[in-house]
């Protein structure tokens, strides 16, 4: 195994996790309050499931996005 092309993927997969899970979020909280089924002024729990098939790796993450 080659360590830093192994750390170089892994921060390219989390980056590009990370902006498009951002975009994705924005968007769904604007659609939201459009509609009314939220103001804008919750805090809203969110999970996130990391898997990996080949590793048997399936971990969950459990945090909050607060909109005020």
Do not use: C, Y
């Not at 994705?24 to 009314?36: C, F, P, R």
């Amino acid at each position: 195994m080659n360590e830093e092309t192994f750390n170089l993927s892994i921060r390219k997969f989390l980056k590009m996790v990370g902006v498009k899970s951002q975009r994705e979020i924005e968007q769904a909280v604007v659609a939201a309050i459009a509609s009314g089924a939220i103001t804008g002024t919750e805090t809203l729990a969110a999970t996130m499931t990391l898997e990996i098939a080949g590793l048997k790796l399936k971990v969950r993450f459990d945090g909050d996005i607060s909109l005020q």
